[in-house]
């Protein structure tokens, strides 16, 4: 278990690092990360490299017994480059380049990106290479984050249209004939006069825009396969991370194919960021790590928790005494098994000057300090129960080609994908239920409860493997706008919705209606759900009912006589149908929660080696759990 904070001592005088460094160990550190940013630093000019000040950093870290996380610097180019290759700089949809100066600001279709990238690597990988304080090599950072995932260069033009040309065999009569060219007159007669779908009347071919945010997708995770390839080639004894920011189901990377190239996943976990009023609720703090979790199906380090208020230039809410040092505890009761806050010191010059740290500017112990001491020097004391992999009986499956339709096609305002995904695990989570959180690709055999939200694009091999966790006992819950679109974003013609799982859920919809509202009509429960009437809304299906059982029916006159919720029993398995997006209170009756107490969350971590038991509540009041006292952000655990 590595607990440490992210540091950047480049950006202080060299004569505090005794200083910072004794600090941290009091705290009860054990690692730093570092060199994320500081490319400059170990090549002041091109071809010239000097790490002898990071050389001076990892030896005073050897000397107080703290370990390394090296970052590759690759996030943010030095000038010099940026001068010497403008063509390097990634482009807005307008074409215009993003200005050095900020981060994140190379195209990653750039042969200058990969060219440079390499030769830092190669320097830095061959000189610390035997270093046994380097505990492992972060890849660049936070993948996708603030819109990088997206240029619209003319190299990515060209790249994307080799995609496209290696995707349809050369064969542009091909390519117009699955994309449907015909409409509007789009038929191109070669991949030279495929555009790309920036800003134009209307709107882009939706087959073109599903492309693209696959061929953006692998030009990210391309990316960071070169670095984790060149890296291992040159240390086969590396461990190689990558910190994945937050919102990653919204972003034009697929984190778990970007994963796949990586020893452990990490997260940055930012519950309040500038500007929030408050923290998110604790459910969706709780979905995130599970989703990082489910990435590579084991736990995960977290590489910036964070303990003050953090911000660019808004600053956000400032986590109360206890709830940040709660936070973390959540993230270990969600398979974190190492952590390190962001950051040591809050910055005094420099765009995060407003993301406070442990320490702030006055460079005085304070109450954070003693936060994060006592959460060191607890949580060593329980490794063996948290460093012991999860294992869960309900999953919750993404789709990357599903959320990028909906991105592309949204149907209703208020359709939040992700959003739906976290009150179907709200449910779950309300009754101290783990859940994973996974990619449509990841095996499906040792669920119970498997849920598939808003799994619009129909793939063959998902689907029969969805229908045999049915038959194996599995209950498989579906909702609206499943079975849509086919693997190239086009409508099925001839063909029933939900396309492919009709006879799976017993059901066919007759009609689907996209509201701006979430409360748009009300739902009538039949059967053991009589007198548990809701409301559903944002997205309707009209569901025509096969051989399922109808749970609950719209209740409004026009549409009454189509069900809005249905299950069928298949012989050992279950499949649910949820026609619309139905209220918490019922989803969580469908889900049949019995709710624990409001706002306290209870999570059992461990084998035979060690068995915990974690209490945390998340309100801002003392409350009880399980006969339990707890203060307000307050974590218990009880050895069992």
């Known amino acids: 278990m590595l607990l440490g904070v992210d540091y950047y001592p480049e950006q202080w005088d060299s004569a505090r690092m005794e200083a910072d460094m004794d600090l941290i160990r009091e705290m009860g550190g054990s690692a730093i990360r570092i060199a994320e940013f500081a490319w400059h630093r170990m090549e002041p000019s091109e071809g010239r490299y000097d790490f002898s000040f990071f050389d001076r950093v990892i030896a005073k870290a050897k000397e107080k017994g703290l370990k390394v996380i090296l970052g590759t610097p690759t996030a943010a180019i030095p000038a010099w ?14 074409g215009r380049p993003r200005a050095f100066g900020g981060r994140h600001v190379c195209c ?154 990586l020893d452990v996943a990490a997260y940055n976990n930012y519950p309040v960021w500038g500007g929030q009023k408050r923290p998110l609720p604790p459910h969706e703090i709780a979905f995130g790590l599970d989703h990082i979790r489910g990435l590579k199906r084991r736990n995960f380090w977290i590489t910036e928790a964070i303990m003050g208020a953090q911000g660019h230039d808004v600053t956000g809410y400032l986590p109360r005494p206890g709830q940040a040092k709660l936070w973390s505890w959540q993230a270990m009761a969600h398979g974190c098994e190492s952590l390190l806050y962001f950051r040591f010191r809050g910055a005094v010059k420099g765009a995060e000057q407003f993301c406070y740290g442990v320490l702030d500017a006055d460079n005085r112990k304070g109450r954070k300090f003693y936060e994060v001491q006592s ?18 009986g309900v999953a919750i499956v993404y789709d990357y080609d599903s959320l990028a339709s909906f991105r592309i096609q949204r149907q209703s305002l208020l359709l939040d994908c992700p959003g739906e995904m976290k009150k179907l695990y ?40 969805a229908e045999r966790f049915v038959r194996e006992g599995g209950t498989l819950v579906l909702t609206c706008r499943t079975g849509v679109k086919d693997p190239d974003n086009n409508l099925f013609f001839g ?27 009300p739902i009538v429960g039949e059967g053991a759900f009589a007198g548990t009437d809701g409301y559903g809304g944002v997205l309707r299906d009209m569901l025509e009912v096969q051989d399922a059982e109808v749970l609950y029916r719209y209740g409004d006159f026009f549409y009454r006589d189509f069900a809005a919720v249905t299950r069928k029993r298949q012989g050992r398995g279950t499949v649910y149908y949820l026609g619309c ?3 918490e209170g019922t989803t969580a009756r469908l889900m049949e929660a019995i709710p624990s107490p409001e706002g306290v969350e209870i999570v059992t971590r461990g084998g035979a080696d060690q068995r915990i038991r974690m209490l945390m509540n998340h309100n801002a009041f003392e409350t009880e759990a399980l006969g339990v006292k707890l203060p307000p952000y307050g974590c218990v655990i009880e050895t069992l």
């Open 375 to 392: 959460f060191f020097r607890e949580a060593p004391r329980y490794a063996r129960a948290l460093e012991a992999p999860i294992h869960s």
């Open 581 to 583: 997006s139905l209220d």
């Open 426 to 465: 709200k449910a779950f989570y309300g009754v101290n239920v783990s859940v994973d959180v996974i990619p449509a690709e990841a095996d499906l055999s040792g669920y119970q409860i498997v849920l598939l939200p808003q799994l619009t694009v129909v793939k063959p091999e998902f689907l029969a493997r």
């Open 495 to 521: 063909e029933v919705l939900p396309a492919g799982y009709a006879g799976l859920a017993g059901v066919t919809v007759a009609e689907t209606e996209s509201l701006q509202d979430a409360n748009a009509f």
């Open 108 to 261: 990653y279709n750039s042969p200058w990106l990969y060219a440079y990238s390499e030769k830092i690597i190669r320097a830095m990988v061959g000189h610390y290479k035997n270093e046994p304080q380097v505990a492992a090599w972060q890849i660049d950072n936070e993948i996708g984050h603030e819109d990088s995932d997206l240029c619209w260069c003319p190299r990515c033009q060209e790249a994307f249209r080799r995609f496209l040309r290696d995707k349809f065999g050369g064969d542009i009569a091909r390519l117009n004939n699955v994309y449907g060219t015909a409409f509007w007159s789009q038929e191109y007669n070669g991949f030279e006069e495929i555009p790309l779908p920036a800003p134009t009347i209307t709107t882009h071919n939706p087959a073109l825009r599903l492309d693209w945010e696959r061929f953006r997708s692998q030009s990210l995770c391309a990316f960071l396969d070169f670095q984790a390839r060149l890296i291992r080639d040159l240390d086969p004894k590396a461990v190689i991370i990558h910190d994945f920011p937050g919102g990653g189901l919204d972003k034009s990377v697929d984190y778990a194919q970007a994963a796949k190239c």
């Open 81 to 94: 480059l940026a001068r010497a290759r403008p063509e390097i700089l990634s482009q807005f949809e307008n």
